[in-house]
T-cell receptor, first 113, second 112 residues
Framework: EAQVTQNPRYLITVTGKKLTVTCSQN?????MSWYRQDPGLGLRQIYY???????DKGDVPEGYKVSRKEKRNFPLILESPSPNQTSLYFC????????????FGQGTRLTVV | GESVGLHLPTLSVQEGDNSIINCAYS??????FIWYKQESGKGPQFIID?????DKRQGQRVTVLLNKTVKHLSLQIAATQPGDSAVYFC???????????FGAGTRLFVKA
């Protein structure tokens, strides 16, 4: 089954404690992306990756890091989480950047206290 | 900055009626538009897309219309069903870029 898998689904952490949200896709997609979703703001793009070792900032990259060492994985790293990073996070993948009908993961709800 | 917006935050329709969800975009350079459906507790799901060289595209029970003159996008759902109840997002991608800009969403309620 074609899917994008995120882990964990839910996470509560404390300010400043580094965390990683993993994302994996099994469709051999080149393009992957991370979004955060906040009430009234829709989905905002954090980072995206066009292929292995190629990443770029989206609209709200501050406080986040990503890496793309292999095609299937695109982890989101919060080096020092803060309460304003409390949000619902989605990972997405698509065949190519110009074919943006993306597959989304099931989401990770992060709370930073 | 440029953004994709929506005319109505909520829409309530009777089961069996047609639904029309509207979206305004501000970046005239955008050449690719997508509609997504998000059900409660799930990630967005691709519905239909359209490129800027088209005015209309049809899928199964859904039609997307693009009016580049007024920078307006709409999603029409025929014979709306209870399972169509969800939040619908429009999204745009500017020419040559990989960035995707989402609108804030419209919540569709389907009354039985």
């Amino acid at each position: 089954e074609a899917q994008v898998t995120q882990n964990p689904r839910y996470l509560i952490t404390v300010t400043g404690k580094k965390l990683t949200v993993t994302c994996s896709q099994n469709m051999n997609h080149e393009y992957m992306s991370w979004y955060r979703q906040d009430p009234g703001l829709g989905l905002r793009q954090i980072y995206y990756s066009m292929n292995v070792e190629v990443t770029d900032k989206g609209d709200v990259p501050e406080g986040y890091k990503v890496s793309r060492k292999e095609k299937r994985n695109f982890p989101l790293i919060l080096e020092s989480p803060s309460p304003n990073q409390t949000s619902l996070y989605f990972c997405a993948s698509s065949l190519s950047g110009t074919d943006l009908g993306a597959f989304f993961g099931q989401g990770t709800r992060l709370t930073v206290v | 900055g440029e953004s994709v917006g929506l005319h109505l935050p909520t829409l309530s329709v009777q089961e069996g009626d047609n639904s029309i969800i509207n979206c305004a975009y501000s970046n005239s350079a955008s050449d690719y538009f997508i509609w997504y459906k998000q059900e409660s507790g799930k990630g967005p799901q691709f519905i239909i897309d359209i490129r800027s060289n088209m005015d209309k595209r049809q899928g199964q029970r859904v039609t997307v219309l693009l009016n580049k003159t007024v920078k307006h996008l709409s999603l029409q759902i025929a014979a709306t069903q209870p399972g169509d109840s969800a939040v619908y997002f429009c999204a745009e991608s500017p020419t040559g870029g990989f960035k995707t800009i989402f609108g804030a969403g419209t919540r569709l309620f389907v009354k039985a």
